[in-house]
């Protein structure tokens, strides 16, 4: 199996990390490809709680990790990441690709203004937008520049003016920060990380023509796709199984298996539309049992019904090959429990995700109600992880299998907790 791309479908946190680390232990090497410190993904082993912002989760497992060159990487955060592995005596070998683009506090502080000015669309203040958007305007810092910085300095002066002069219209008195602090950062992250820069591209390439075995971790989710998702309250990213290739610059015919993640009901963080989006006092008994905060800003989730129509849509974009639907437990107790099968919208029923901003906002959910199911308490969760699907409670299955029917794709992995033992696969 060459390469195996995990793709979020839905606003992002759909659990990735639990199906990234459970699929990594059959891996010769993992790869991140976008996003960068916005990503919080959360690896639970014997109730201890890893949380991963940059690293392919498979770090853990003491695996040859890579960040390719789509990623924008914050230094600092970076090396939070390594120390907390080595506190573990875990120790993987990491490359960065030259090409990835550095973050500045700079760019947080934009973050910061635009968020602080009521303007922003809820970021996680980590500087996506203001990375990407220095990469595309050719005055990004890359880590090939960490071996050679005096070359960039046309260019970061350049970054320096670009991003302090939108800071300026929000926020005149704002301290600005000079050249040289900028300059003798880059020379002490340097002298910390250059070791690790390298050509992902080459190491992935190689080891593809060699039969290896290849992870693809993606970050964010398909409906936060700076293209495809629900624009402008969007990441700043590509995130689907396609900007993989570009992302990482390998071929698409190596990608063989793309596994869409989903969790069992929908979350969104930060502002924009959201059909499914449930009354608070359903959302906040499934915001307790599914600890929906966020990982990375600690912010509580908006909660909704699983929303088939969008997630459809994001199977196709992906061309999925299967599924993973993650937190199956959380609704454990809910009765009944609804599916979004439609969306209404002006008095015509729609059942194609349009990702259009005006229309979305004017959508209202389409409900079929299904029984729900019991609790799980230890023991069952002991026997449905010894028997597998048919042991699952018989209003799950069917709820799982409607979900199969909806989105047009099989579901092979359930995860019924946050353990890595705790996913069954059909
Ligand atoms: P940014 O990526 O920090 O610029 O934020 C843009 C939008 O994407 C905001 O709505 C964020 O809440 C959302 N976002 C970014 N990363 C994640 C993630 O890893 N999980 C969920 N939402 C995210």
């Known amino acids: 199996m060459p390469a195996i791309a995990v793709i979020g479908l839905q606003w992002g946190d759909e659990g990735k990390g639990k199906i990234v680390d459970y699929l990594s232990k059959d891996v010769d090497l993992a790869v991140r490809f976008q996003g960068g410190a916005n990503a919080g993904h959360t690896v639970v082993v014997n109730g201890k709680v890893y949380k991963f912002h940059h690293l392919p989760v498979a770090a853990l497992r003491g695996k040859h990790v890579c960040l390719a060159a789509g990623m924008v ?23 960065i690709d030259g090409k990835c683009h550095i973050v500045f506090d700079i760019y947080k502080v934009l973050d910061e203004v635009e968020e602080e000015s009521g303007k922003g669309i809820g970021t996680t203040r980590r500087g996506i937008g203001s990375a990407y958007m220095c990469k595309a305007g050719r005055v990004g810092i890359r880590f090939y520049d960490l071996l050679n910085p005096s070359f960039a300095r046309n260019r970061l002066e350049k970054m320096l003016h670009t991003i302090s002069a939108i800071i300026e219209r929000y926020d005149s008195k704002r301290e600005k920060p000079e050249l040289k602090d900028i ?8 002298s910390k990380l250059k070791d690790m820069v390298g050509d992902v591209t080459g190491i992935v390439n190689d080891a593809l023509e060699q039969g290896k075995t290849i992870l693809l971790e993606g970050a964010q989710g398909t409906l936060l796709d700076i293209d495809h998702g629900t624009y402008p309250y969007v ?9 993989a290739c570009s992302y990482i610059g390998i071929s698409p015919k190596w990608i063989k298996e793309i596994v869409g993640v989903a969790k069992a009901y929908s979350t969104r ?13 359903t959302a906040s008994i499934i915001r307790d049992k599914g600890k929906e905060y966020g990982t990375t800003t600690g912010r509580p989730r908006r909660i909704g ?18 599924m993973a639907l993650t937190k199956v437990d959380c609704l454990s107790g809910i009765d009944p429990v609804k599916l979004c ?15 259009r901003d005006d229309i979305l906002k004017e959508c209202r959910p389409v409900y ?4 729900g199911w019991e609790e799980f308490d230890p023991s069952m969760k ?27 794709s099989s579901i092979k992995y359930i995860s019924i907790g946050p353990e890595r033992f705790e996913t069954i696969v059909k």
């Open 305 to 322: 019904w699983f929303d088939a129509v969008s997630v459809r849509y994001s199977a196709r974009i992906n061309g999925i090959t299967c």
């Open 269 to 281: 963080v930060g502002k924009g539309p959201f059909p499914t989006e449930m009354d608070e006092e």
């Open 235 to 243: 990441t700043s990213s590509n995130t689907t199984a396609g900007a």
């Open 183 to 190: 300059e003798s950062w880059i020379y002490k992250v340097s």
């Open 73 to 95: 990487i914050d230094p600092e955060k970076l090396l939070e990441e390594i120390e907390m592995l080595a506190s573990e005596n875990i120790f993987p070998r990491i490359t």
């Open 341 to 355: 099968i439609a969306y209404e919208v002006n008095g015509t029923i729609i059942k194609d995700f349009i990702p």
């Open 368 to 371: 079929e109600e299904l029984d």
């Open 382 to 408: 002991s026997v449905i992880l010894r028997n597998g699907y048919g042991s699952l409670p018989k209003n799950l299955r069917i709820y799982l299998e409607r979900i199969e029917e909806l989105v047009g």
